[in-house]
């Protein structure tokens, strides 16, 4: 009998050890995961549309057409990500001018790079993107209706564009993507610099002439 009363005591000491360690919290405290930045990258495709461009002897008109291009992520933060952003759009301009009318191939490139905020609930993560860069328009040769021919050359200009979107994660690592996003290429017409008893300043002038928009969809892969 000593030896089992010994027995039960010693289960009975043990058992609420044993339990305690079975149970949530017990043992070293449970810490969140650290943050660790990750990339995404994406392919869309859409439609694209711009306003008319009007100057001095005429205007330029750009077709609807369709556009392409892709990004790449790289997400520094919880819901922040820094992007590169290239979108091409081969479309067609129509011109009436003095000279003449007429019609050329043209293509348009923007390359950008930006930022992207994101509000991410569950597997729904609209987010708002705007970029800075360059937008290169590429004409083809232009024959108007007088004869005259124009073989045209690369125009690079200073662009930046404002977008937002929804991503929708069918799987941890895969997302459907839908944009709708502005572009604008800056034209500066003329700069100055002026220096004086009270300091110096510099001055740009310039505008807009062409507001584009793109809507697009795709497919954006967690790297």
């Not at 330029?60 to 819901?79: E, K, Q, T």
């Not at 009318?101 to 390359?111: E, H, M, R, V």
């Amino acid at each position: 009998m000593p030896t089992l009363g010994k027995l039960i005591l010693a289960l009975a000491l043990l058992l609420p050890i044993a339990s305690s360690a079975q149970a949530p919290g017990y043992g070293a405290p449970q810490y969140a995961q650290p943050f660790k930045p990750s990339f995404e990258l994406g392919g869309f495709a859409g439609y694209h549309i711009a306003s008319d461009l009007n100057f001095a002897t005429g205007s330029a008109g750009i077709d609807g057409s369709a556009s392409y291009g892709a990004v790449l992520r790289a997400r520094v933060r919880p819901g922040q990500t820094v992007e590169l952003l290239w979108v091409i759009v081969p479309t067609t301009t129509h011109i009436h001018s003095a000279l003449g009318t007429g019609s050329a191939d043209l293509t348009i490139n923007y390359f950008q790079i930006g930022g992207e905020h994101s509000f991410r609930r569950d597997n729904l993560e609209p987010y708002l993107s705007g970029t800075l860069g360059a937008a290169v328009y590429s004409p083809g040769t232009l024959v108007l209706s007088s004869g005259t021919t124009f073989h045209g050359s690369d125009i690079w200009r200073f662009a930046f564009t404002v977008g937002g979107g929804l991503k929708i994660w069918l799987a941890e690592k895969v997302a459907l993507q839908l944009e709708a996003r502005m572009l604008a290429p800056v034209w500066f017409s003329s700069g100055s610099f002026f220096v004086g008893t009270g300091g110096a300043a510099f001055g740009v002038s310039g505008g807009i002439p062409v507001v584009e928009g793109n809507f697009t969809g795709g497919l954006v892969l967690a790297l």
